[in-house]
């Protein structure tokens, strides 16, 4: 097959041996798929192929390594022949904060293991997911209970074009990959004696015992990156060793980068500090005083076109979606602009783009900084979706060992609404309140939670659906919690 490399590269710059070297690296993990090519069975398509080449790059912006995979077009497998169930669950990130502030508050160690080549590390058989095989590397891992061809990959050498490649593990691109990696490593942490969490299903936790001393591990699974949470540096040193003996990991040490996050701990202060600053390289830039402008109304581009664009030298849809990151993960106070930004992906231009960088301004300006309705029934409504959130988070915090005995606070701008909560009499004016959105009337009686009236001029909600002035959006910026920290 090397033989035919060049073949299969394309359009891959050949100037340097990296793209070679990975490549040759991602060929012998392919192998493991099919080592022998087989007749089709009739009545059954094979499904194509191609090579992904990427740069994986690091938080600071800076090369982390090249990457070739063999990826079976998966957008063509038919549900009950190709496929059956795909669903496979992700570590939500407010589990990945609240991992991270534990971990700092209680100053636990922080380590991270990374799988390479995930979803290769799957067996194909005809039977059941939860079958498994020895494995080296994490999606090759899983069990698919399919028979799947694959048309030979570009670059193979091959007399007869009409044998084809029969899957023996599972590979990039098909759509149970995922579902069963993250089954292959779930039932190889329930092995080690880890149990998972029943409100989240990708946190693990173990309860270890070292010279009489009671240890919790954790373990958060996001995909392939495993991020490892303890006391005890013997006991994660351990299980780093029990997973390199089951997977091919990549050992990075302590926790310095989760998601294309730059992470910084400060364990006598007690503060965390994520950062994407040098990502999008602005770490030079002036500095804004709000990330929008209230004065600039955006238009569409008239006449753009797929080529037009493809030629922009600016990555105008990259910087939008790396915002988007931050919003879910650490910046809500940029939630409104990044959502102007998005309306603009098809049919943007040099001025959109320069939007898009005063909000990497204002964030160069806050960079140590961490994390419309007025009815009653749609005021309670509202307060009901928050309380649910936290009361998860209190599920999740007692089944981590740190139970809450005191009400969570909870604010709401709306008296009528807060009447209701607290008063358990009904009238014509409430009487048609779905009951699932009394779930905070019950919360309330039951002091899992406090309502407190909240004005107008506090509402922080201002700050992630309008354009503010800079002294209003600071006030309300300062209100959700993002501030400075000195590490």
């Not at 399919?146 to 193979?156: A, D, K, N, T, V």
């Not at 490593?185 to 329930?190: C, D, I, M």
């Not at 008063?423 to 309502?451: M, Q, W």
Request: aromatic fraction near 10%; charged fraction near 25%.
């Amino acid at each position: 097959m090397m033989g035919g490399v060049r073949c299969a590269l394309g359009g891959a710059n050949m100037t340097t041996k990296w793209w070679l070297e990975a490549h040759k690296y991602g060929v012998q993990h392919a192998m493991r798929m099919f080592p022998k090519l087989k007749e089709k069975m009739q009545r059954r398509r094979a499904l194509g192929s191609h090579w992904l080449f990427d740069v994986k790059y690091k938080a600071d912006g800076t090369v982390d390594r090249f990457e070739v995979r063999l990826v079976v077009q998966g957008n063509t497998q038919l549900y009950g022949i190709d496929y059956r169930e795909v669903f496979a669950p992700v570590a939500r990130y407010e589990s990945l904060r609240l991992l991270l502030a534990l971990a700092t508050i209680q100053g636990l160690y922080l380590h991270q293991k990374d799988v390479s080549i995930a979803f290769l590390n799957g067996v194909l058989n005809e039977r059941l997911y939860l079958h498994q095989k020895d494995v080296s590397t994490a999606f090759l891992n899983g069990v698919l209970n399919e028979s799947i061809y694959m048309r030979q990959p570009l670059g193979f050498r091959s007399e007869n074009r009409t044998l084809v490649c029969k899957l023996q593990k599972s590979l990039y691109g098909l759509k149970q990959a995922p579902r069963i990696w993250y089954e292959v490593v779930s039932a190889f942490l329930k092995v080690l004696g880890f149990v998972r969490c029943k409100k989240e299903h990708c946190l693990y936790i173990k309860r270890w015992e070292v010279n009489g001393v009671k240890h919790l591990p954790f373990v958060c699974v996001y995909v392939d990156d495993l991020t490892i949470a303890g006391s005890h540096l013997g006991s994660i040193n351990d299980l780093k060793a029990k997973l390199s003996e089951k997977f091919t990991m990549k050992d990075l040490g302590e926790l310095h980068y989760l998601l294309k996050m730059e992470i910084k701990r400060n364990l006598e202060k007690k503060t965390l500090r994520l950062s994407q600053q040098k990502k999008n390289k602005m770490k030079d830039c002036t500095i804004a005083p709000t990330p929008q402008a209230k004065s600039v109304d955006l238009e569409k581009e008239a006449n753009i076109t797929p080529d037009k664009i493809a030629a922009q030298p600016f990555d105008y849809r990259g910087l939008v979606g790396s915002l988007m990151y931050l919003v879910s993960g650490t910046r809500p106070d940029i939630a409104n602009t990044v959502r102007d930004l998005s309306k603009y992906l098809s049919c943007y231009n040099k001025t959109h783009f320069r939007a898009a960088q005063r909000v990497l301004k204002y964030l160069k300006g806050t960079s140590k900084s961490g994390k419309d309705v007025n009815t009653a029934e749609s005021e309670l409504v509202a307060t009901s979706e928050g309380v649910r959130e936290a009361m998860w988070l209190r599920l999740l915090l007692k089944w981590l060992g740190y139970g809450q005995w005191l009400p969570t606070h909870c604010w709401c701008y709306n008296t009528a609404a807060i009447s209701i909560i607290k008063d358990p009499c009904s009238h014509s004016s409430t009487k048609h309140i779905g009951i699932r959105h009394l779930y905070v009337r019950d919360k309330h009686e039951a002091k899992c939670i406090s309502v407190t009236y909240c004005s107008t001029n506090d509402m922080i909600a201002d700050a992630l659906t309008k354009p503010l002035t800079q002294g209003q959006f600071e006030k309300l910026r300062l209100m959700m919690g993002v501030k400075d920290l000195e590490l």
